[in-house]
């Protein structure tokens, strides 16, 4: 039981260190894109299209690195910004809903 218990808390711990390793690589990476702005109008010719692929890619059942939240934060600098949280909060949305299919198919398919 207490082996357990050990197992349950180091887990947590670890989940925490990642939680903090993900929240300081999005802060450095939008430091990093306010001190190269010039680079973030490079970005407006994929517009709105490329985020919501993006995004899409972002909530996909794969999981795929993409930086969703940093080309969100930087393309909403240079485009309406409501028009790219709406944008972006569907194709995440879209792609949240391919993982969630992906799980429930994939219980059918696992079950005997």
Known sequence: MIAAGKSSSHRQHIIIGLLIATTCITIAGSVLLIINSEYV???QPHSYLGLFLISLLAGAPIPIFTPGILITFALGSILNPILVGIVAGIGN??????????????IRFFRL
């Open 41 to 43: 109008s490079q970005l």
């Open 93 to 106: 949305a879209v792609g949240n809903i391919f993982a969630y299919w992906t799980g429930h198919g994939g």
